[in-house]
């Protein structure tokens, strides 16, 4: 274990806590891990420092848990898997390091929120491809090295998106920069000839930054990320189209995306929906609910900088086309809300309290990847596997994301519940743990597994398991870097 | 080294004696290396017991699938996936399809075009794989290099199936990464300069919507092929610019109004190659077209969902045009013959082998994929550095001319120099590799973009020593050091 | 000519593997895209005209290595020219040149197929290249036909040593002969004179046996003094139009095939082909009447740069001209033809099978490459396949016989004689 002093030489004296208060703090989140309390945690300020305590978290065989984002924490992979473990909070290294409007990318450290980047991203004309909703401390270097799913299908080109570039140190406590940052050069050095790191691939055969995402630090520390940013569009044209039914919402979503009309574009049920606009609980949230339709198919139209009317009005045209062949109407306003009202927040993080948590405190999300044809027998059986609990279809969130220029989506359900109803909580547990092995049978892909359900999760696919337990062996081969996460 | 009869026959008794052979006679159509044995398994499992007889008796080796040319050491086992040419699935909803290695683009953009689909064409020509990793003259609207393939079946070097992302937890082909950290970190290409070791069996891509015909209205006879006519909502044409920058500006515009089906820097050299029939009419087109063009430019396919959207793409297309000074080449604008052979050939065939090939028999080409003003920015030296080549008659002349293009809409690029040239003709070749050498090392040196080939430790030094971590992956996956890397191109 | 000429050409091949498949604009979807037969059975790369340029330039300079496998390779092979075709689309470099010179060497060397060998003596004792039952001109007997050595006629009608003496294949000569009547056309032919024009010695190799028919049968042409000749053989065709051309024999000698005589009399208003025939076709474009049949072009000249350049320019044979409208516009012409086209016709069209003397050296590998074929007709939903020459009709009608197809096989003068 990391004596406190080694530390306090690093980072400074004031970056270095083992406050009894301050450890309990991240001994836990929101999710279902078993608690574990850290031995300190440490607050680096710039790279070379985090460099400096892989180093010693090597020599000394400690335990090193990554976090970006400020609290509260969902996943369970902020929580230390074992105990003597040193949290590595980066939510102090908050520099947005460039935003280039030209190469259309920005480049920003761990602690940057959403909040902090899009003023930034949008003061040089340009804006960010973003998850649903992110919580105000989210971090936007978390998000993408956790694939989250972004509300703009049209612009993912890859899962991988909208990352580009990382820096990092691995769990040796090597240096190492992804894609086009490897070099040639340093980093400044390919700024001083326009270099600005956009390019993701390489270096050499490897696509490295696929390696750190979705790997919740078991990899190593990001240090920075080069990301892709769109441009602000200079005309925007929300709607909205309701209906009972999921299929025919499916069936438009996967052509708007298939012609590349929409920017925003995403599905949410009722529950979800009413939960990002009630402002009262329960009775608002209740009315709300219940005057929208059972569906909310969400996209936004967009025009840039040449006769963005003239953009727009066409693709309101093709897709008129497509609803009336549908029976399906897109509209300004349903059941009280307003796509525009609806664009406006989803531009943005979540206000306070965390949309999730307004209704019940807490929430927990079971997601997974999955193509359209299965959605309907998945979203059955979770409806089904709900009632059953007593938990009620009614209540339960479900968000459906198109992603990468629709090669499938993301689903996700919402479990909101009081955390300090233990029949609720043991509810709510059980789901989760009921949903995903259920789910994972009718062809749900849970590519980003958390908490209690990874085991469950890895087990599936042992051939891919057994070839990225080979690379934690190289990359991490004293197991520091958050050991018992992500599979490993 | 030859196989022993025992060895020979254990192989033999795993694809049967009509698809190995080991006669000498057959090497030189394989790059004119003494292979051990060429091999033609059929499917997964047949690759799959390959590879572990590999394993077994130490025997390097490498799989290719159309071919190309290619360097290889000699002695290894070579695996001709030639036979295994399925498409396994097109899955429109989701929009991607699967192939086994053999399934050559042509033939699944024929299958995808039928169902209102395509998907991007790799430069190396639609004759080549499908699940290829590359870029291609389609890039600008439909990615390119390791972004479009989603989930792989991949036979390791040990000779383990290892099926990535969605279709290892579902069987399902829609997603490569997961669970966790994605294997496509790895599993990034069938063929170098980037390559996986051990062998794609399957390979799932992303497919696109397409604007046009269930098939092209391709009419006339080899080699005079154009169309019966320019489908509904497309358009081709070619533009010039006064300078480099206007070109660029065009080309960023165009990418960010996001208009283009596809964008092509092509040189007029290209151009020229493309829309002429022999070598001869080759040069003089050339010369027409020098005359006709201001300069630098690219060549675009315009191509509309519906009428309105055509119109629309037009309008901002002049008025980006108009707003850089870009001329457009009459050559193409005034004639619907020309524009169909230019709008074939870069569909459906990728163009490529006109354009590179037939002039001298040879090309030696510098790549770059990236960051597109910075490559262009190194291509400007490139181009001059090669004139002095043209001046002494040693590479054909093509007025020094580099070429390339926006990817994802300009978000990634690619920018390439190449020279042709005849490599019989006494100092052609030696000036040609002393060109690429130069202008690839002053690339690394002034910090553009890293050299693709080379002595890996040599590159990796400026690269955060990748090839240190490549190599120790290496060694975890291939512990008996049996699956080559270098190969064919395709 | 000789395999050393090429060497500039072989070494052009980038094994792009273009001469696999059609034309790639051609190419309407996974199935139908293989053009190259000997590839698509036998797989290995050696098989693809590229691997036999490749080949051929290895031996070439380092030596030629006679191998069992390289006689497989080499006698495995159509030579139908569909390579060549692909390969020009885009490259200028001689494909069929060099991989004819390659058998033709081979021969040389004393390394031929024994099967080729037995009909090649047939060929030498008794000019025909099947075997001989009676008299080649018994066919005739009773037509009171001219015989064009002896009487002053404009047009020869060459018959062809298979057409001649198969007795399934004679009704084409009848049919044919049937056909110039009507029309008025002043034809004779040469009977027993007549012997085989060489075509299919040339294909297995055997120049000189090619040559010595070629100048038998022009000094016949020369004593008759006849002007034209008409053929309804492909090879025959290919053999009078081209190769005699290219080895400076045929003088301004006019070369048809009946195709384009029948053409060109309907356009003329010599034929009327007024009877109904209601069948719905698709036609097989024979290799030696569409891309091989394509008028020889001499060339001499010399590269000139590190371009591959020439002076004088040369103009390469890449199937353009080949006879592939007149077959067309004839069955257009019969009342009652519905014309369906396969995926692979013209200048691409997937060979019969029986070129190259795979015929007599592989019955097996012909008859597998006919069956691709005819599964190709059957999926255009076509009743018939029609072609224009006997050697695609006989290899599609045994293949026909071995796996059951409902498919009937035309040639196409006999659908003229139905309708006429």
Same mark, same amino acid.
């Given at each position: 274990m990391i004596e406190k002093e080694r530390l306090v030489t690093i980072v400074g004296p004031d970056k270095v806590m083992n406050e009894p208060q301050v450890l309990q703090a991240y001994a836990q989140d929101m999710s279902f891990v078993n608690p574990v309390r850290p031995a300190c945690v440490v607050m680096p300020n710039k790279a070379d420092e985090v460099q400096r305590i892989i180093q010693l978290a090597n020599d000394t065989q400690t335990p090193l848990v990554p976090v970006s984002s400020g609290p509260p924490h969902f996943r369970g992979d902020t929580v230390p898997g074992t105990g003597g473990a040193v949290i590595v909070d980066l939510s102090q290294m908050k520099r947005v390091i460039f935003v280039d409007r030209a190469r259309r990318v920005a480049m920003v450290e761990p602690g940057v929120t959403f909040g902090e980047l899009i003023p930034a991203v949008n003061k040089e004309g340009l804006r960010l491809n973003m998850p649903l909703l992110p919580r105000k401390s989210k971090s936007v270097v978390g998000s993408i090295l956790e694939r989250e799913p972004v509300i703009m299908p049209k612009y993912q080109w890859d899962i991988s998106d909208p990352l580009a570039c990382a820096g990092l140190f691995f769990g040796t406590g090597d240096e190492f920069r992804t894609g086009q940052a490897a070099g040639p050069g340093t980093v400044e050095e390919q700024w001083a000839v326009g270099g600005m790191q956009k390019a993701p691939y390489g270096p050499g055969t490897g696509s490295w930054h696929r390696l750190i995402q979705g790997a919740q630090g078991t990899m190593g520390i990001v240090t920075w990320v080069s990301m892709r940013c769109e441009i602000l569009p200079s005309l925007e044209e929300p709607f909205v189209v309701g209906s009972s039914d999921l299929d025919p919402l499916i069936e438009l979503t996967s052509w708007l995306i298939r012609l590349r009309n929409v920017n925003e574009c995403f599905i949410l049920n009722s529950t979800n929906l009413a939960a990002l606009f009630a402002k009262k609980y329960p009775t608002e949230y209740q009315n709300l609910k219940d005057n929208l339709p059972a569906w909310t198919l969400f996209y936004n139209l967009a025009g840039y900088e040449y006769f963005p009317e003239e953009r727009i009005s066409a693709y309101i045209k093709e897709i008129d086309d497509l609803t009336q062949r549908l029976k399906i109407e897109a509209v300004k306003r349903i059941g009280g809300v307003s796509a525009n009202e609806i664009l406006k927040a989803v531009q943005q993080p979540s206000g306070e309290p965390y949309w999730k948590l307004r209704s019940k405190g807490a929430c927990q999300d079971i997601f997974f990847l999955t193509i359209y044809d299965k959605l309907e027998g998945q979203i059955g059986v979770v409806n089904h596997l709900v009632d059953q609990a007593g938990y009620g279809a009614s209540n339960l969130g479900i968000y459906i994301q198109p992603v990468v220029q629709g090669t499938g989506c993301h689903c996700e359900f919402n479990l909101f519940f009081d955390s300090g109803n233990p029949i609720e909580l043991d509810r709510v547990r059980t789901l989760s743990a009921s949903a995903t092995q259920e789910l994972m049978a009718r062809g749900a892909f849970f590519s980003r597994p958390y908490g209690e359900n990874t085991g469950m999760i890895a087990n599936r696919d042992a051939a891919t398991v057994a070839v990225l337990h080979k690379f934690k062996k190289i990359f991490d081969p004293n197991n520091i870097m958050n050991p018992g996460k992500a599979g490993f | 080294m030859a196989l022993t009869k025992e060895i020979y026959s254990v192989f033999e008794d795993v694809v049967g004696p009509e698809s190995i052979c080991a006669d000498p006679v057959i090497m030189p159509s394989y790059f004119g290396k003494n292979f051990a044995a060429v091999i033609l398994p059929k499917d997964t499992k047949q690759v799959q017991a390959v590879v572990r007889l590999c394993n077994k008796y130490k025997l390097k080796f490498r799989p290719i699938c159309t071919g190309w040319k290619g360097t290889f050491p000699e002695n290894i086992i070579l695996l001709d996936l030639r036979r295994m040419n399925r498409i396994i699935e097109i899955n429109e909803k989701n929009m991607y399809a699967v192939v086994e290695p053999y399934v050559i683009s042509a033939q699944l953009q024929a299958e995808l075009m039928k169902r209102g689909f395509h998907l991007n064409v790799k430069g190396a020509g639609t004759n080549t794989a499908a699940m290829l990793r590359g870029h291609g003259h389609l890039d600008q609207s439909t990615s390119g290099d390791d972004r479009n393939h989603l989930a792989i079946e991949w036979v390791t070097p040990e000779g383990d199936i290892v099926r990535s992302g969605s279709l290892g937890s579902t069987d399902e082909w829609f997603s490569g990464d997961g669970p966790g950290p994605s294997l496509r970190s790895i599993l990034t290409s069938a063929v170098p300069p980037g390559s996986t070791p051990g062998v794609f069996t399957k390979g799932a891509v992303k497919i696109y919507h397409w604007p046009g015909p269930s098939r092209l209205p391709v009419q006339g006879v080899s080699p005079n092929i154009t169309l019966s006519e320019i489908p509904p909502n497309f358009m081709a044409r070619y533009y010039s610019f006064p300078s480099l920058e206007k070109m660029m500006q065009a080309e960023f515009k165009i990418g960010e109004s996001e208009i283009a089906f596809e964008l092509m820097g092509f040189n007029i050299a290209m151009v020229a190659s493309n829309m002429t029939v022999s070598n001869e009419e080759d040069e003089e087109v050339f010369r027409r077209l020098e005359k006709e063009s201001q300069g630098l430019g690219f060549f675009i396919i315009i191509a509309g969902n519906c009428a309105a959207d055509f119109e629309y793409k037009k309008k901002v297309l002049r008025h980006i045009i108009n707003e850089t000074g870009g001329k457009s080449l009459e050559s193409i604008e005034k004639d619907p013959r020309t524009e169909g052979i230019l709008l074939t050939n870069c569909i459906r065939i990728s163009a490529s082998i006109r354009e590179t090939f037939r002039s001298g028999g040879m090309f030696a080409s510098i790549p770059s994929m990236g960051q597109r003003d910075l490559t262009v920015r190194w291509a400007v030296g490139a181009g001059k550095a090669k004139r002095s080549l043209i001046e002494k008659g040693l590479v054909v002349d093509d007025g020094g001319a580099f070429f390339g293009w926006g990817v994802e809409h300009g978000h990634l690029g690619k920018t390439e120099i190449f020279c042709r040239y005849d490599p019989l003709k006494p100092g052609a070749e030696e000036a040609v590799q002393k060109w690429k050498a130069e202008q690839q090392k002053r690339a690394s040196d002034e910090h553009y973009f890293a050299m693709l080939w080379g002595p890996e430790d040599e590159i990796g030094k400026g690269l955060c020593d990748y090839q240190s971590w490549w190599s120790k992956i290496r060694k975890a996956i291939d512990p008996n050091g049996v699956a080559l890397e270098a190969g064919s191109l395709v | 000519m000789s395999l050393e000429k090429y060497q500039d050409h072989m070494e052009m091949c980038m094994r792009c593997s273009c001469c696999k498949f059609i034309p790639m604009q051609r190419v309407q979807g996974h199935k139908y895209t293989y053009v190259c037969p000997s590839i698509t059975k036998y797989n290995f790369h050696s098989y693809s005209g590229g691997g036999r340029l490749n080949i051929g330039l290895a031996m070439l300079k380092k030596g030629f290595n006679y191998t069992d496998k390289l006689l497989d390779i080499v006698y495995? =092979?159509?030579? =139908?020219g569909a390579c060549g075709v692909s390969c020009n689309y885009a490259m200028d470099m001689e494909v069929m040149e060099p991989i004819n010179e390659f058998r033709i060497k081979c021969v040389e060397d004393g390394k031929t197929n024994s099967a080729l060998e037995k009909v090649i003596t047939g060929l030498r004792k008794q000019g025909s290249m099947v075997p001989v039952t009676g008299k080649r001109g018994e066919w005739a007997s009773g037509l009171n036909l001219k015989d064009a050595v002896k009487e002053k006629v404009d047009v020869l009608y060459h018959v062809g040593c298979l057409t001649s003496y198969d007795k399934d294949m004679q009704r084409l000569a009848k049919a044919t002969v049937k056909i110039l009547q009507k029309a008025g056309v002043n034809f004779g032919i040469a009977g027993d004179n007549e012997t085989c024009c060489g075509g299919r010695a040339y294909q297995m190799g055997y120049e000189q046996d090619f040559l010595n028919q070629a100048k038998e049968n022009m000094a016949m042409i020369k004593k008759a003094g006849v002007k034209t000749v008409v053929t309804s053989c492909a090879d025959g065709y290919q053999a009078f139009k081209v190769l005699y051309d290219k080895f400076n024999l045929k003088g301004d000698l006019e070369v048809l095939h009946i195709s384009e005589l029948v053409d060109r009399l309907i356009k003329d208003g010599k034929l009327k082909p007024r009877k109904r025939v209601d069948l719905s076709v698709t036609y097989h474009d024979p290799c030696r009447l569409g891309r091989l049949g394509e008028p020889w072009i001499h060339w001499e000249g010399k590269r000139l740069s590190q371009s591959f350049v020439f002076d004088p320019p040369k103009v390469y044979r890449r199937g353009t001209y080949g006879v592939y409208e007149a077959p067309r516009d004839v069955l257009k012409s019969i009342p009652g033809i519905k014309l369906t086209e396969m995926t692979r016709i013209k200048e691409y069209a997937w060979c019969c099978g029986a070129g190259g003397g795979v015929n007599e050296s592989n019955p097996e590998f012909a008859q597998w490459t006919a069956r691709e074929r005819i599964e190709e007709a059957g999926s255009t939903g076509a009743e018939a396949i029609v072609t224009a020459c006997p050697w695609c009709e006989k290899t599609f009608n045994e293949t026909i016989k071995g796996n059951g197809s409902g498919l009937k096989v035309y040639d196409i003068v006999e659908l003229i004689e139905k309708a006429i």
């Open positions: - | - | 495995n =092979c159509q030579m =139908c």
